[in-house]
């Protein structure tokens, strides 16, 4: 899932650099391996069809924004309003549901992709720092949400086949499960191959570089914006359709979470620099914690509340910052050799 | 003319403040009475407390995303106090005490971690106390075991209930410390080492400033604050929920010192902005509902102030 990593090296740094990074990704993918390999060889089960589709399908959403949140980072920007804007959507969804599954999955994706197009113009024109925009149309998102759902959940159609994105399977694997390896295949792809990608990082490795160069910059940034909010939105999609009702309540924290997994996916926040498939890894990284903490409450030997899961991820980032700070620190000396 | 600009950009959010009030004053009904003005200020004492912390470390250049956990871990520990009966907390008075001292220390000592990130492991303040965001409300629903803790307990609450003179006490603990903050801001070494440091880190190591320390000490600052606020919340509430206390209160902080005039770029700060930044969110609020607008759209509203408030200031700077 990494081999599509991409990974700029900026200037001279050479080979160090390429080795440093190398780890700095692998590291992420071996983390998960060691805890994959530790999960199977200590629970009954763990590796069964049931566990693994239920844990894809519940991850499915947390990968879906952490995915546009990876696209928004790498531009050097940074987007707190896709839990709203999941919340929102899924509301959209579930009142647009009873006309089919094919309406309701347009027009919940649409509202989130129409709101981040607004994140990206206001945080282009204006300039205003993203984490401020953002953080005021996560307020704005909220109280659309509550809004339109009048401050209680909706429930969706049973009847419209709508249920089907959320819960149903085809040959077995969970369809958010599909839908979700699509999206990092098709954003693997756009990173790694197109014009659109290489725009990306170059916009977060140096902006006024990339104004120079004549890159779109405001173009960029519109379009990362645009598809974070439109990924937001179809995590909407698969909440309201998961669980049977539309949630304008939902979705708190899920932006910090999402920028805990790219961060632990080797995505460095000051731009210019990631990858989509380490970001996937870090999802699933902080996702198995919650279902190892299951597991280990299952076999009776210890009892850990779930409310341990939060400290155990908190834990969890930190290993994974101070060690990616040495990494870097040593790539920096490196390159300065 | 240009006078006269710079004035508004410079006051603009007192101007704003004075316009709200005065719109209230005219097509508000009931507006001028005790209760309206004690349940708006009551409602904006403990963003501002956890505001002014806020302000002094954004003022560094840096952020503090963990200020609502750190409430939570604060009002944990305040309420497995005040239901303990094991020595020494059999004693009321020494009951009372710990109940207010330990919780804020906690917080405090949390925020000199967060300060330790920033500075010795040189984590970006946004990712560092997301460490705290995520696994600080997990420490204190451990603590508690996710468990509401309903106590009672007349003098510990007198911090959120009490009313000196008619004036409810968190008011009047919210006004001493924005002027002792503002104080310190305007006339010590402090003060200026901490603007020194948000205005150009650099130059401010080259000049010989003890950075780390400053940096430290003003996330043990906002640590300290949120564990103040905090004590509030579960006093006014007469029980302590871990997985409510403190809740947002990030972002209405936030807002607070953006609507304030305080740039997120660090450098400057103003502490009596902060006030009027939390009192004009909490005063749109008021009117909107005032005028039967749903809370939820008055959320729509306060996007649009944010981003406009912060949009003013940013041409000021430049």
Known sequence: MTTDAAVRERGDAGTFARAGALLQRNGVLLALIALIAFGATRYDGFLSAYNVASVLRFNSMFGLVALGMCFVIMTGGIDLSVGSVAALASVVAALISPLGPGPALGAAVLAGALFGLGNGIIVARTRIQPFVVTLATLLAARGLALTLANNTSVAVSYTSGFTFIGQGDVLGVPVPVIILVVAYVAGSVVLNFTRFGRHVLAVGGNEEAGLLMGLGVTRVKLAVYTMSGALAGLAGVILAAQFGAGQPTEGLGWELSAIASVVVGGTLLTGGIGSVGATLVGVLLLGLIFNILNFENGRGVISLSAYWQSVIRGAFLLIVLVLQNRLTRRRDEAARA | ?318
């Not at chain 2, 002094?56 to 106090?81: C, E, F, K, N, Q």
Request: positive net charge; glycine residues 10%; proline residues 3%.
């Open chain 2, 1 to 318: 003319m240009a006078a006269a600009r710079d004035a508004i950009r410079t006051y603009g959010a007192f101007v704003a403040l004075v316009l709200l009030v005065l719109y209230n004053l005219v097509f508000t009904p009931n507006f001028v009475s005790a209760q309206t003005i004690n349940v708006n200020l009551t409602q904006v004492a403990t963003i501002v407390i956890v505001g002014v912390g806020m302000t002094l470390v954004i003022a560094t250049g840096g952020i503090d995303l963990s200020v609502g956990s750190l409430m939570a871990i604060s009002g944990a520990l305040a309420g497995i106090i005040l239901l303990s009966s094991q020595p020494p907390f059999d004693n009321p008075a020494a009951k009372v005490a710990a109940a207010f001292v330990l919780p804020v220390l906690a917080a405090g000592a949390f925020g000199v971690f967060n300060g330790f990130q920033v500075t010795r492991l040189r984590i970006q303040p946004v990712i560092a106390t997301l460490v705290l965001f995520i696994a600080g409300r997990g420490i204190a629903q451990v603590m508690t075991n996710g468990n509401l803790q309903a106590f009672r307990n007349e003098s510990f609450q007198y911090i959120g209930l009490g009313r000196p003179f008619g004036i409810p006490f968190q008011v009047i603990l919210m006004l001493a410390i924005v002027a002792i903050v503002a104080w310190a801001m305007r006339a010590t070494i402090f003060g200026r080492y901490v603007l020194a440091v948000g205005g150009n880190e650099r130059a401010a190591r080259l000049a010989g400033l003890p950075v780390n320390r400053v940096k430290v000490a003003v996330y043990a600052i906002s640590g300290l604050l949120s564990g103040v606020a905090g004590l509030i919340v579960i006093s006014l509430n007469s029980s302590s929920d871990a997985n409510q206390v403190g809740l947002n209160m990030e972002l209405d902080a936030i807002a607070a010192v953006a609507v304030g005039g305080t740039p997120l770029t660090g450098g400057h700060a103003t502490v009596v902005g902060t006030l009027i930044g939390a009192c004009i969110m909490q005063l749109t609020r008021y009117t909107l509902l005032a005028h039967g607008i749903p809370d939820a759209l008055a959320l729509v509203v306060k996007a649009g102030i944010i981003v406009a408030a912060v949009n003013v200031q940013r041409q000021r700077s430049s």
